[in-house]
């Protein structure tokens, strides 16, 4: 797998740095509140797990689906949850957990659909966000890393299902997907 990485973007180490601190922000801004954290999988899913482990209030968990893309690199622009929650989000406070913000799509429309639910409130924490591929805006409340405008891989993020198993976040190389 690392002959097909072009660069290291953040290391292991710089990862959990972040994610313990994302964890101790949202831990004293839902203090009482019991959230529900919302894995948005499957990117999210490596992110989802040492976020909740840094997390050290109460809280429940669930996982959405949603698919935007293909198995290319670009977004086809339309949106279908795959996978519902499973429990109820009335009343209570959501914290949506998605592996990168990209143009925007999926988020908006997730965004948009699950303020039509009952939650008491909803927020939004991305790992990394491309803003520089932005075309809808999208308003987010934790942020992991601004990261450019090239094909990222690892810590949950793949290109056509592989390399979510790497432990560091990579720049793919261009020709693993056919470009040069
Ligand atoms: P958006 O709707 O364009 O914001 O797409 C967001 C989704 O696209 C993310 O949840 C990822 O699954 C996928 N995605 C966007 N950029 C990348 C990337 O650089 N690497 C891997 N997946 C990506
Ligand atoms: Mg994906």
Known sequence: MTQDIQKVLLSEEEIAAKVAEIGAQISRDYVGKNPVIVSILKGSFVFMADLVRAITIPCTIDFMSVSSYGSGTSSSGEVKIVKDFDGSVDGRHLIIVEDILDSGRTLSYLMKTLKTRGAASISLCTFLDKPERRVVPVKVDYKGFTVPDSFIVGYGLDY?????????????????????
Do not use: A, I, M, T
């Open 160 to 180: 056509d299902q592989r390399y979510r198993n790497l432990p560091y976040v990579g720049v793919l190389k261009p020709s693993v997907y056919g470009e040069e």
